[in-house]
Nanobody, 123 residues
Framework: QVALVESGGGSVQSGGSLRLSCAAS????????MGWFRQAPGKEREGVAA???????VYADSVKGRFTISRDNAKNTLYLQMNSLKPEDTAMYYC?????????????????WGQGTQVTVSS
């Protein structure tokens, strides 16, 4: 059974940083495609960053140059380093996994989801 558990969210001021983590279990983590998504109140869930099993990554335009996705296959953990945070980054952040569809920022391409961790950025 695939399980994803996010942590690291919190409240920061604009310009600050946070690092999110996603602990994965129940499957061969190193072979899976992983992604971070976020959903603000009243908005659709959107893709933030995705990473393939070989480490290649893609980012949404809104976070390029500020966010970095990475994975530690030995620890079965996915990370999202978020720098220069803005109030518009405020959202619930979700970790997602899929065994086949890699490098995608489309929500429908992921089969497994965590419960989310809240990020709040104040101006």
């Amino acid at each position: 059974q695939v399980a994803l558990v996010e942590s690291g969210g919190g409240s920061v001021q604009s310009g600050g940083s946070l690092r999110l983590s996603c602990a994965a279990s129940g499957y061969t983590y190193s072979s899976y495609c992983m992604g971070w998504f976020r959903q603000a109140p009243g908005k659709e869930r959107e893709g933030v960053a995705a990473i393939r099993s070989d480490g290649r990554s893609v980012y949404a335009d809104s976070v390029k140059g500020r966010f970095t996705i990475s994975r530690d296959n030995a620890k079965n953990t996915l990370y999202l380093q978020m720098n220069s945070l803005k109030p518009e980054d405020t959202a619930m952040y979700y970790c997602a996994a899929d065994p086949y569809r890699c490098g995608s920022l489309l929500r429908e391409n992921y089969n497994y989801w965590g419960q989310g961790t809240q990020v709040t950025v104040s101006s």
